[in-house]
DNA sequence: CCTGGAATCAAACGATCGTATAAAACATTC
DNA sequence: GAATGTTTTATACGATCGTTTGATTCCAGG
């Protein structure tokens, strides 16, 4: 277990008040002083905060969304043009995050979570960038395997599938304070749960318009 | 139409740029210039910021919370012991809130999906209280309808429903620009839609553990 | 009209923020 | 071991933050 150099003990720190303060809320200050280097060192190597945030979310993003696109390839390959199976499309999609919910990488999980969360124009629209190809991809893998949904549906649906994985990878630990009685919940026990819950969601009937709402 | 008071006017601003900026990135300057209000309004009127966050939080928290209730209760006393249908229990729950996604309710909803991920401990603290009682009612009403499901499946899939539902609250007016075809979803259509959803997701058979994950 | 409490105002407080600077320490090459 | 480039350090800058103060304005009750 060698020291890593100044750059990596910054990105540390900072991932770690990032997950569990916020952005806004975690000053350089705290952040250099939780790495144990000087204040300086985060303008000397990432030139602002600004691009010390842009850097912390992009070292999770990063290998995540590339093994989502691996796995896709993989099942496309395999598939050789016949039909994948939606529950895995769910899984390559959702498995590479779900892979930091183990107690030792909840930081990262709760990181991963926060990009869509906190604000900030310009770091959004940078961040936003950094999951087009995968939207793209898994948009068009998904309206294959559910030929029955419009356009609008599939979107729809698929935010939802979203909004449950990141409100996941967020508020998991949360959910064992909730619970009515203690409570366990294995880690490698939610994925299989997500993928089932979504799998169904998407493959859902389209509702009657007139049936449900008044 | 008559012009609301100075408390009114502060609350007004400060949720329109909670619901944007985000709270910490929310000065009390920038929130009492937007209300026309002298600074020092917010402390006269609130006491300090974090009383002020909690005041414009729990005005959008308190309504629909009790609707949910109400509705709960309505629906409890016109099923007289017999079984409740599940969508029906979902649409109670979910309902309330997205009635907010019309285009000029928007700001409401974006500052209710915030509502679980600004942080700061104390805050984090008496906004969860405000959601116990509907935790508590809503958690038992699903498990009598899904019985099936063991107590940690259910509020597994009891988070799943209310990540989908928070990232719509705060995200939806970005569906439409990941669209890649230019897009228009009706406000009204997505209730029904995250109704299906989720029922779907909550029925699902519990997966084989040693089928899905590696 | 007078008076007293409520509300608003301009101004300032100390604290903390992100950033910049220049010197010191370190490492590497000849 | 002197020279050169890289990294770290202590320190300070200006800006902005939430909060406080004390004076001023407002307005109803006597």
Redesign the pocket.
Known sequence: MEAP???TRILDAAESLFATRGV?????????ASA?????????????????VLAAFRRRIGPVNRERLERLDALEVAANGRAIALEELVEAFLAPSMRFLSPDRRLHARLLGRVHHEAQDELQTKLTHEFEQVVHRFVGALSRALPRLGPAELLLRGHFMVGAMIYTLTHLDKLETVAPVPLHIAADQVLPQMIAFVAAGLRAPVPDRTEVGR
Chains 1, 2 share one sequence.
Not at 24 to 32: C, D, F, G, K, N
Not at 36 to 49: E, I, P, T, W
């Open positions: 150099d100044t750059k806004e809320a975690s000053s350089l200050r705290e952040i250099t144990g280097v000087n204040l300086a060192a985060v303008n000397y190597h990432f030139g602002s905060k600004d691009d010390l």
